[in-house]
């Protein structure tokens, strides 16, 4: 028999994760290709630093064919154009690849940000730098209350921010929407005004536009539609991990609130994909499940020197349990969690490339 062809769309977190898992769980009895747009991987936690100093591009990324070379899988840097999913064929920028089995992790149109991390380090650097008080800093939000995070809040966490904002002199506008921006003004929903020197926008998330194009796997914003074994709705050998999956929210914000698809869940449904696609391949059904929902929530906010640890059993309510640790240990943590994943990415036994984590 043959032996079946994997081909993972992206090199990521879910992409690089999913490619090695699954060799890993087939002992290399598998034949995967990456097919990824960046010849990089990046580091995309650390993207709240260069914009003060604190990381260089070269700092946040590393070539990404070495760890995939090292790993037997062979690594294409092209971009997908075009997915035919009933002839299990893609087409790409470096020719046309067929599959047995395909993942999509395809992430994000490029419209990226962390509000809450970029807010405080902002705030931090301002108080290093003697300007603290002759700038006035404003977060607008489409957030219904502070900490609520897109996860629907933890318990004391509004109490939390609040108190973060306070002490900082950061003044909050909540539940609200960008109407437009003029030269020096934020026009939010309703006509108030926010006048700055100095804006940063986070714009909402939006999946890839071949992945929107592919409409009978994708929705309006080319997110893709999976079962909880992170297959699509209509092929049973199409799967898609990370930030390229589609995932309901259970509440209505009067403004719409992004969902944090973090780089936790990300690695957990490329594990669970993989496994999914050997059992598949060893002729057995794919049972390994986990909502995204129910995937525990671990994360860090960082604020420059200090920060919060995010803890829950559940990414999304109803939660048994939840926890938000506040002091200078997250930030701790941030940094070990930079210079951990870049030393043992994804299936947690290799080495990508030796990455300096400095304390700044
Ligand atoms: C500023 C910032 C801070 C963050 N901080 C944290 C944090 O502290 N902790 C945490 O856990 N998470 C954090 N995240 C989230 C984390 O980065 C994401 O969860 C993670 O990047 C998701 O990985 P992914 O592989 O699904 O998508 P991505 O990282 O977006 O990767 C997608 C890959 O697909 C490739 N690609 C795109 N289109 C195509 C195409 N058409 N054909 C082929 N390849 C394609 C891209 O080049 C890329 O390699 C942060 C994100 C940002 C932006």
């Known amino acids: 028999m043959s032996r079946k ?7 990521n977190f879910a992409g690089l994760t999913a490619a090695l898992a699954v060799r890993h769980e087939l002992h290399g009895d598998v034949d995967v290709r990456v097919v990824s747009a960046s010849d990089k991987f990046l580091f995309n936690p650390s993207l709240i630093w260069p914009p003060f100093g604190k990381r260089t591009p070269a700092d946040v990324t590393f070539p990404v064919a070495p760890t995939f070379e090292s790993h037997g899988v062979d690594f294409v840097h092209a971009e997908a154009t075009a997915l035919d999913l009933e ?21 994000y149109r490029n ?9 405080f380090n902002v705030s931090h650097q301002l108080r290093k730098a003697g ?19 897109g ?13 973060f904002l306070k002490k900082e002199r950061i003044t909050p506008v909540l539940d609200t929407a960008i109407d437009h921006v003029d030269e020096g003004r934020l026009v939010l929903a309703g006509g108030r005004n926010v006048d700055f020197s100095y804006a940063m926008i986070v714009p909402p998330f939006i999946g890839q536009e071949v992945i929107r194009q592919a409409s009978d796997i994708a929705d309006e914003k080319g997110y893709v539609k999976v079962r909880d074994t992170y297959q699509t709705l209509r092929y049973d050998e199409v799967y898609a991990v ?20 973090t780089g936790f869940p990300a690695e957990q449904m490329a594990h669970v994909a993989a496994r999914n696609i050997a059992a598949q391949i060893r002729g057995q059904l794919p049972a390994d499940r986990k909502a995204f929902g129910d ?25 048994k349990h939840g926890l938000l640790i506040p002091g200078p240990q997250a930030h701790a943590m941030k940094l070990g969690f930079e210079k951990y994943s870049s030393g043992r990415p994804a299936t947690g036994t290799s080495t990508c490339r030796d990455w300096e984590a400095r304390d700044d």
């Open 5 to 11: 062809k994997v081909l993972v769309l992206g090199g």
């Open 87 to 107: 002839n299990r064929k893609v087409t790409t920028t470096g020719g046309i690849y067929d599959y047995d089995y395909l993942v999509i992790a395809t992430g």
């Open 111 to 119: 419209n990226f940000g962390a509000a809450y991390e970029y807010l």
């Open 131 to 149: 300007l603290k008080k002759q700038v006035k800093l404003t977060y607008a939000s489409p957030e219904p209350f502070l900490g609520h995070f």
């Open 151 to 163: 996860i629907g809040g933890l318990p004391h966490g509004e109490t939390l921010l609040s108190m």
């Open 242 to 261: 990370g930030i390229a999956v589609a995932v309901g929210v259970p509440w209505q914000t009067a403004t719409p609130v992004g969902v944090p698809k």
């Open 295 to 319: 995937i525990p929530a671990v994360c860090v906010m960082d604020a420059g020197n200090n920060g919060v640890i995010i803890l829950a059993d559940k990414m999304l309510p109803p939660r």
